[in-house]
């Protein structure tokens, strides 16, 4: 597994307790000194290993929260509740994954976003900005050069991500891909997919949301 580079200060220490998940040991977290919102002795979520979570920054897991595989917690993220990263995703930023969240694969999560409740953010899909997914995924999909599309329940209705791509309505993807890629047999695939997972989620009752593209 790949090792993150470690600041010179240390901001925590495994505890000691350990628990172990489908075969993972995890380790509790405590904290070494004071630092945003965390106090020197608090006790923190889990971690299998020391590179899930950094010691720059104001990043933290707390509660029932595990970080595992070669995920990664960085910045002034925090990761709580009963939230999971694992794979090698990535949460930065300002970001909060809580509730039962999972967030797996190569997904990442940066800037202001917020995940939370039951919603699972995977594969190589992006949440940035000041995005809120709320819900599980919705549908999802795959163009023929492995460039995956997901759409999320969100608190104004529904996102849409295509690879590094975020968006608020369908139609601002359309606008995307006709001017990216239009004419173009990859742009046809991107088009058919948009329009596949908009009835997919006006199947499962999900509102449009009003906004303009997010990112």
Not at 29 to 41: K, P, Q, T, W
Not at 119 to 131: I, K, L, P
Request: hydrophobic share 35%.
């Amino acid at each position: 597994m790949g090792t993150a580079k470690m600041s010179t200060r240390r901001k925590y220490e495994f505890t000691g307790e350990t628990k172990d998940w489908g075969g993972i040991t995890m380790h509790r977290i405590r904290a070494l000194i004071d630092f945003g919102d965390v106090s020197s002795g608090d006790e923190g979520g889990w971690v299998a290993l020391e590179s899930n979570l950094t010691h720059d920054g104001n990043a933290w897991v707390s509660g029932n929260a595990r970080v595992s595989g070669d995920a990664r917690v960085s910045g002034n993220a925090w990761v709580y509740g009963d939230a999971r990263v694992y794979g090698d995703a990535r949460v930065s930023g300002y970001a909060r994954v809580s509730g039962d969240a999972w967030v797996s694969g190569n997904a990442r999560v940066s800037g202001d976003a917020r995940v939370y409740g039951d919603a699972r953010v995977y594969g190589d899909a992006r949440v940035s900005g000041n995005a809120r997914v709320t819900g599980g995924t919705i549908a999802l999909a795959t163009r023929s050069d492995g460039y995956s599309f997901c759409v999320f329940q969100t608190e104004n209705g529904y996102a849409l991500t295509a690879g590094c791509r975020f968006f608020t309505s369908f139609d601002a993807a359309r606008q995307h891909w006709r001017t990216t890629r239009g004419g173009t047999q990859l742009g046809d695939e991107s088009l058919a997919i948009v329009d596949h997972l908009e009835r997919i989620a006006a199947i499962r009752g999900i509102t449009p949301a009003t906004q303009s593209e997010a990112a």
